[in-house]
């Protein structure tokens, strides 16, 4: 079946644009995650979805950045007024969401680079 | 603050010397502990979960065990097409609420 998609694959933007960046989750997976992986860096947690409520939120590294889920499905990650420490690949992730411990599927990632 | 530390940073090998990657992790409670492989320009792909002290899991040429305080990825006899990033993440219970916390990887590269 298919897997998580992201669009746009890469963006190159300019300091101070905002940007959109989407995320197509495994179909009938409930729970939604947005991570961000810079150079030399492990990947870091930004924000969950469970449906279309956001109960942890506490890796958004500033409130230039949001995010929401509509429909239980797709999920759009919003960086406003972007500042080159920004760039990164931000990968999405979806799972079942039963007792917890229920496995993270990967998209391919947005490789955001900002000018 | 939950830590996952992997070691080494890279490694290489050359095609058929089997090794061994460390995670190593302090947590409140651990929930599971995953491993995934990353290659160039892709995102992590799963690997493994483990979720008690004792386990273990087997695919192809990689055998992950679990610890109270790491993993090991054992690699038997590994091939060219093994070399990636691997990567090490726990999820805790309670207030960490689902989110997993990433090592840094190991980079590894076998050659022929």
């Known amino acids: 079946g298919a897997g998580v998609s992201q669009s746009p694959s890469n963006k190159v933007t300019e300091k101070g644009k905002d940007v959109e960046l989407r995320c197509d989750p495994i179909s009938g997976h409930t729970a939604l995650y947005w991570y961000r992986q810079s150079l030399g860096q492990g990947l870091e947690f930004l924000i969950y979805?469970?449906?279309?409520?956001?109960?942890?939120k506490s890796g958004l590294p500033s409130d230039r950045f949001s995010a929401e889920r509509t429909g239980g499905s797709v999920s759009t990650l919003t960086i406003q007024r972007t500042q080159q420490e920004d760039s990164a690949v931000y990968l999405c992730a979806s799972s079942f969401q039963l007792a917890g411990g229920e496995t993270q599927y990967f998209g391919p990632g947005t490789r955001l680079l900002v000018l | 603050e939950d830590q996952v530390t992997q070691s080494p940073e890279a490694l290489r090998l050359q095609e058929g010397e089997s090794s061994s990657l460390n995670c190593s992790y302090t947590?409140?409670?651990?929930?599971?502990l995953f491993w995934y492989r990353q290659d160039p320009g892709k995102g992590p792909e799963f690997l493994f979960t483990l979720y008690s002290a004792g386990e273990e899991k087997e695919k192809e040429r990689l055998k992950a065990t679990l610890t109270k305080k790491e993993s090991f990825l054992h690699i038997t006899a590994p091939k060219p097409e093994d070399s990636a990033t691997y990567l090490c993440a726990v999820q805790v219970r309670g207030g960490g609420g689902n989110k997993l916390t990433f090592g840094t990887g190991t980079q590894l590269k076998v050659e022929l």
């Open positions: 947590v409140s409670g651990l929930r599971g």
């Open positions: 979805f469970q449906g279309n409520s956001a109960p942890d």
